[in-house]
């Protein structure tokens, strides 16, 4: 049930990113909401659920931004199994050790997709994406910073509590 709330407010966020950058012309630079979901999946869900809930997340921006389909799909979930390789070696409990670490995965997840975008299109120009990989890691950035207690909170909700010896 958590990763079914969690993949709702993915769901939410990322509309409203793609409903917002149309209007305002940003196709290159901007903050990629899902990456941050996929990494809370990687850090806090059990394995099959989280590779669901990353899935789900690639599965809405393929859908919500018109970008090549199946692309998001597959580089989240690739992105879900490097960050859950990075687990054991990192400490996150707070938003700190979360920021930046997001900010990494983002440039991993950049650059998968520019691969996957050079494979399957030789003729699309890499040069402005490879700019905008810094920019968007730092909007990224700033996006975990704002969705970290929203995430907090919903795993809040699942928490068990903890058994005494009276209970």
Do not use: N
């Not at 393929?62 to 979930?77: A, E, M």
């Not at 440039?107 to 968007?136: D, E, Q, V």
């Amino acid at each position: 049930m958590k990763v079914v709330l969690i993949s709702l407010a993915c769901l939410a966020l990322v509309a409203v990113e793609c409903a917002l950058l149309r209007p305002l012309g940003i196709s290159v630079a901007r903050a990629d909401v899902h990456v941050v979901f996929v990494l809370f999946f990687a850090l806090r869900c059990q394995t099959l659920e989280g590779a669901l809930g990353a899935f789900a997340a690639g599965y809405f921006v393929d859908v919500l931004s018109g970008q090549p389909s199946g692309l998001y799909v597959f580089t989240s979930v690739l992105t879900f199994l490097l960050a859950r390789l990075l687990a054991p070696f990192v400490d996150v409990r707070s938003v700190k050790g979360f920021v930046p670490l997001a900010a990494v995965i983002d440039l991993l997840h950049t650059l998968a997709a520019i691969g996957l975008l050079s494979l399957a299109s030789p003729s699309t120009r890499l040069g402005p994406l490879f700019s905008a990989m810094w920019p968007t890691a730092g909007l990224t950035m700033l996006a975990a910073l704002l969705i970290w207690p929203l995430l907090k909170s919903i795993e809040g909700l699942f928490k068990k509590p903890e058994r005494g010896l009276l209970l």
